[in-house]
């Protein structure tokens, strides 16, 4: 930590957590409850909190450090760019934001006339997506005012992303939200193609359901999805901002299937801030004109640059095949455990299922034995580690999960 950072944390530096975190609660809204720890420091896939305890980091921030915490070339090159030009205004445009939208275009296979709009978070890139919904619009005598998502998604909290998401306890707080979503049960193909019809303007997919559980679709559904919408004229959006670069051991958990638009964020970054929108074809492009759609930070330097840089380590290091044959590894050893009933995901993007509803406690007693993951549900884990996370650092949470699972019963049964 520099000088000025020090000395404007002043003595904050020096509290235990249970101080700091009073005076957390103090001063910040309190829409994410008291933070479990503290943290201040992070090396590979370990972090350290206020109180100098270590812990593995299965969570990742939630599938964003890709890379870990403080990869030596992400952090240089930040610190390079930063230091060469930071912000720009998007009345002009960087070297670093055409290469990433040009690498994005290429890794996503992505069709002459494709285009890339960046944001700074996946809220974001699928408020994008909405709006590209909307231009989606039909005709006078026939409009599109329709769009469809599915039960148990998640596609953010902002209005237009929340209006999409489907957990009521999320949205009935902020109602009335924008209008025309229906939502239908996830996987179910003839469900898909009841709901589409020439009102429909867009259809929002997860490729894999990442907040409900990592809940996955059988093989053929986003291909389904890719036909019924083709066939109807209505956009198909599939949200990967969680299980976009690499997180599954691919580029895309969709790859094959090129939709209309597609969303990113989550790991795009390797922990700087950036997500994106890209739009596939000229005809879906075409829809959102000049000073219909902005932002002032979106695809700034500096957060494309952090993008390349995150890019270029997976590619370079084969990280892809890792996350493959690690997230292959250890879901077959959870899958062995007496207490997991089901265990599901691709890569390094895993949930499993406990017998008893006591995934909550499992969490809060691995953090105090030093692991961070986190409970989509009441029965279940969910596990997302940085994509450099070794085989044995892996082993040591599968070692340690039968004595947290019997603490957490023994616990609930007190």
């Known amino acids: 930590m520099n000088e000025i950072i020090e000395q404007e944390t ?30 201040v420091r992070g090396a590979g896939c370990h972090v350290w909190d206020a109180d100098g305890k270590e812990y593995l980091d299965l969570l990742s921030g939630i599938a964003v ?37 040009e690498k994005l275009l290429a890794l996503s296979e992505a069709p002459a006339g494709s285009k890339v709009f960046f944001t700074n978070s996946g809220a974001e890139a699928n408020e994008a997506a909405f709006k590209l919904a909307r231009r989606n619009a039909g005709t006078p005598e026939v409009p599109r005012t329709k769009i469809i998502a599915l039960e148990h998604a998640f596609h ?42 020439e009102t429909t303007a867009a259809v929002f997919i997860e490729p894999i359901q990442g907040e409900a559980g990592v809940i996955e679709f059988a093989s053929g559904y986003l291909q389904a999805a890719r036909d019924i919408t083709a066939a109807a004229g209505a956009l198909l959006v599939f949200d990967e901002v969680q299980t976009g670069i690499g997180r599954t051991g691919a580029w895309f958990a969709s790859a094959g299937v090129i939709p209309d638009a597609m969303t990113l964020a989550k790991g795009l970054g390797g922990g700087f801030p950036i997500g994106a929108m890209i739009v596939f074809g000229t005809e879906a492009t075409g829809l959102l004109t000049p000073g219909q759609h902005g932002t002032t930070f979106g695809g700034n330097p500096v957060a494309t640059a952090a993008a390349l840089a995150t890019l270029h380590v997976i590619e370079s290091q084969d990280l892809l095949a890792q996350v493959r044959s690690v997230g292959e590894d250890v879901r077959e050893k959870l899958a062995a455990l007496e207490f997991v009933t089901a265990v599901r995901g691709q890569g390094l993007l895993i949930g499993l299922d406990l017998a008893a509803a006591v995934a909550p406690a499992v969490v809060g007693a691995a953090l105090e034995a030093g692991f961070i993951i986190n409970a989509p549900g009441p029965n279940t884990l969910r596990l997302a580690p940085p994509l450099i996370v070794t085989t044995e650092q892996l082993d040591t949470f599968v070692a340690a999960l039968p004595a947290l699972y019997a603490a957490a019963v023994a616990g609930i049964q007190e």
């Open 156 to 197: 953010g909290r902002t209005m237009g992303a929340l209006a999409l998401t489907w957990k009521q306890a999320y949205r009935e707080p902020f109602e009335p939200l924008p209008g025309g979503v229906q939502w239908i049960p996830a996987g179910d193909i003839e469900a898909l193609r009841a709901a589409v019809d």
């Open 10 to 39: 002043g003595a904050l530096g020096v509290l235990a957590g249970s101080e700091l975190l009073a005076r957390y609660n103090h001063s910040l809204l309190g829409v994410f409850g008291t933070p479990q720890r503290v943290l």
């Open 65 to 101: 450090n890709a890379l870990g915490h403080a990869h030596p070339l992400l952090t240089s090159v930040i610190s390079s760019q930063l230091a060469t030009l930071g912000h720009i205004s998007n009345f002009f445009t960087s070297p670093t934001q055409i290469a990433l939208a």
